[in-house]
């Protein structure tokens, strides 16, 4: 498994949707994919919000999506708020020697 | 409420070595596995290193691998990571995290800043 790919940027107005793609993913019949999603604002320590490709864990708004198709995992804001405005980083842990490998990070600008 | 919360950052020459704790609180620390992952500046996130939830087993990054050492003690509820033979590339926060599923990290200590220069 090699880097993990992200768009740099993203952006949107408040109340529209966007969607972060993380690619590279490279599927192996016995390897396992679990995707996890951070959210990480300036000055602060990353949060998680998506774990198993869609699993949202509790206190995380539903606004937040998480999906994977193929090589690629993709996050998904729906109704974009202010507060959205961060970093965003995918992360694959896989069962082969790489272990655990995080995306490039995107920078999401409301 | 569950707290971690690192220790041990400093600025050393390359070369060096550092030892960082982190301090669990808050959650029952000997059923977790735990993670370090670091941050250079203004850069993306890296995993350096896991250690299960006994300690009988580590893995870690192949940058790291034969310089940092991961170990914990349950007794006292904290986590170590020994740094040796330093390099100007480890410069960066260092973060503990707790593996609630599956590599899935929750919750991130505050970080703390270890820089490597002369």
């Known amino acids: 498994q090699s880097a993990l790919t992200q768009p740099a940027s993203v952006s949107g107005s408040p109340g529209q949707s966007i969607t972060i793609s993380c690619t590279g993913i490279?599927?192996?019949?016995?390897?396992?994919?679990?995707v996890s999603w951070y959210q990480q604002h300036p000055g602060k320590a990353p949060k998680v919000i998506i774990f198993d490709v869609s699993d949202r864990p509790s206190g995380v708004s539903d606004r937040f999506s998480g999906s994977k198709s193929g090589n690629t995992a993709s996050l998904t804001i729906s109704g974009l708020q202010a507060e959205d405005e961060a970093e965003y980083f995918c992360?694959?842990?896989?069962?082969?020697?790489?272990?655990?490998?995080f995306g490039t990070g995107t920078k999401v600008t409301v | 409420e569950v707290q971690l919360v690192e220790s041990g950052g400093d600025l050393v020459p390359p070369g060096g070595s550092l030892r960082l704790s982190c301090a669990a609180s808050g959650f029952t620390f000997n059923t977790y596995w735990m993670h370090w992952v670091r941050q250079a500046p203004g850069k993306g996130l890296m995993w350096v290193s896991h250690?299960?939830?006994?300690?009988?087993?580590?893995r870690y990054a192949d940058s790291v691998k034969g310089r940092f050492t991961v170990s914990r003690d349950n007794s006292k509820n904290t986590l170590y990571l020994e740094m040796r033979r330093l390099r100007a590339e480890d410069t960066g926060l260092y973060f503990c995290?707790?593996?609630?599923?599956?590599?899935?990290?929750?919750?991130w200590g505050q970080g703390t800043l270890v820089t490597v220069s002369p």
């Open positions: 490279t599927s192996d019949g016995d390897n396992y994919n679990y």
């Open positions: 992360n694959l842990h896989t069962s082969d020697s790489t272990l655990c490998v």
């Open positions: 995290v707790r593996d609630r599923r599956r590599f899935g990290f929750d919750p």
């Open positions: 250690i299960n939830s006994d300690g009988s087993g580590a």
